[in-house]
């Protein structure tokens, strides 16, 4: 399974339970986070070499993030009292983001900085119903993506302004407008350009996509993105697999 890549085409996923790196030809499996690491999976790689996970502690059944620089790890928990933790996306200024839980089923999202060693706890959208919140991607830009999931089990895809702590949430034109609605932004880059997927609301079947937000937004709230909106997304719509969980 093979889930990030970078710049110098360096590959990182997970095989048999154990998180790997490949460079070309030459495949690398990660060492043991620590001596009760039961698997390991890694999310992500920065362009400086520097990757992200999670692993499974066999000591206390919880499910920690990682970050790896080639020679030790950090284990990330984000609060004392969390169980599960997912590392997802890291950019090169050693900012990273995921998601956390403390019971298994609300999860919260925060940002880790690999260079002051500090956490900052993200607050959840301000939606009616809200179950979850996962951060699935950053850029050097001071942008982060992901979605949120409310009780009916429909899902949003949100953009993350760092520097002002705002939410704009984008759903894909395609999918519903009512009912369940399913949209996930799982990655963008340094130019402001996502990628996810949706469920189509004419034939029920998972779609990927690749965005560009043609104009900026005005201001943070609840966006939908309707053909001829405020905002329009230019989409090329491509086979797509589903890199995290829902929840």
């Not at 200024?93 to 403390?102: K, R």
């Not at 089923?105 to 993200?122: P, W």
């Not at 104009?215 to 589903?242: D, H, K, N, V, Y």
Request: with cysteine; net charge negative; glycine share 10%.
């Amino acid at each position: 399974m093979a889930n990030g890549i970078n710049n110098s085409k360096m590959i990182v996923g997970a095989s048999n339970n154990q998180a790997f790196e490949q460079t070309g030809s030459v495949f690398t499996n990660l060492p043991p986070v620590n001596t009760t690491s039961v698997n390991q999976v890694a999310f992500a790689i920065s362009d400086h070499s520097v990757i992200e996970g999670q692993f499974t502690d066999g000591a206390t059944d919880t499910q920690p993030g990682f970050v790896y620089n080639g020679s030790s790890f950090k284990i990330l928990n984000p609060v004392s009292n969390d169980v599960a933790v997912n590392a997802q996306s890291v950019n090169d200024e050693g900012e990273v983001a995921g998601f956390y839980s403390t019971d298994g089923v609300h999860q919260h999202g925060f940002f880790f900085n690999d260079v002051s060693n500090s956490f900052q706890l993200l607050a959840d959208p301000n939606v009616a119903n809200l179950v979850l919140t996962q951060f699935l991607g950053i850029n050097d830009d001071g942008q982060a993506v992901g979605y949120y999931q409310t009780t009916d089990g429909s899902q949003h895809g949100f953009i993350y302004n760092i520097n002002t702590n705002t939410y704009s949430f984008l759903d894909d034109p395609n999918a519903a407008l009512s009912g369940v609605s399913i949209t996930q932004i799982t990655g963008i880059n340094d130019s402001g350009e996502i990628a996810g997927f949706y469920v189509d609301a004419v034939t029920g079947l998972q779609r990927g996509f690749e965005a560009t937000v043609a104009t900026p937004t005005p201001e943070p709230g609840t966006l939908q993105l309707f053909p001829g909106g405020c905002i329009t997304l230019l989409l090329m719509r491509r086979s797509w697999r589903r890199r995290s969980s829902a929840g």
